[in-house]
């Protein structure tokens, strides 16, 4: 699965990969109904955050997003008719992942690199992660 740069690009490129998915498993020409959006926000150690996405037709699925919406609220996304703003602002900030290494994501930010007390430190301005004393 892709990480993209912004969180429409990721929902309309999970919706082009549930629709090829579905052609390849299914010989109705019928649209699929997905029942489960999944969703995972990452920033990486130079603070850019990119997103990941993805529609399954089952729910209790997941490969390696969070469940994010399901059923009618995860149709709308699919159809999309949702605000940008709000799943944003609806994200929880425990569920973001940091990396630490090329590839390797925890729910913590690295503090032992300078970019990542950089972006540990702007992260702290932002209030994602209240509490934490970085000079």
Do not use: C
């Given at each position: 699965?892709s990480?993209?740069a912004t969180?429409?690009e990721?929902?309309?490129?999970?919706r082009?990969e549930?629709l090829?998915s579905?052609q390849?498993?299914t010989d109705?020409?019928?649209?699929?109904?997905?029942?489960?959006f999944?969703l995972?926000?990452?920033i990486?150690?130079?603070?850019?955050?990119m997103?990941?996405?993805?529609?399954l037709?089952?729910?209790g699925?997941?490969?390696e997003?969070?469940t994010?919406?399901?059923?009618?609220?995860?149709?709308?996304?699919?159809?999309d008719d949702?605000?940008k703003?709000?799943l944003?602002e609806?994200?929880?900030?425990e569920?973001?992942l940091?990396?630490?290494?090329?590839?390797e994501?925890?729910?913590?930010?690295?503090?032992?690199t300078?970019e990542?007390?950089a972006?540990?430190s702007?992260w702290?301005?932002e209030?994602?992660?209240p509490g934490?004393d970085?000079d």
């Open positions: 699965m990480m993209y969180l429409e990721a929902v309309d490129a999970a082009e549930f090829e579905a390849e498993t109705s020409d019928e649209t699929p109904v997905p029942e489960q999944n995972q926000k990452y990486l150690q130079d603070g850019d955050i997103w990941q996405a993805e529609f037709s089952k729910e699925e997941s490969i997003s969070l994010f919406r399901s059923g009618a609220a995860a149709q709308a996304i699919f159809d949702y605000d703003r709000e944003e609806e994200w929880l900030e569920s973001t940091y990396e630490w290494d090329e590839g994501y925890q729910h913590e930010p690295p503090l032992d300078e990542g007390e972006a540990a702007e702290d301005d209030d994602d992660y934490r970085i």
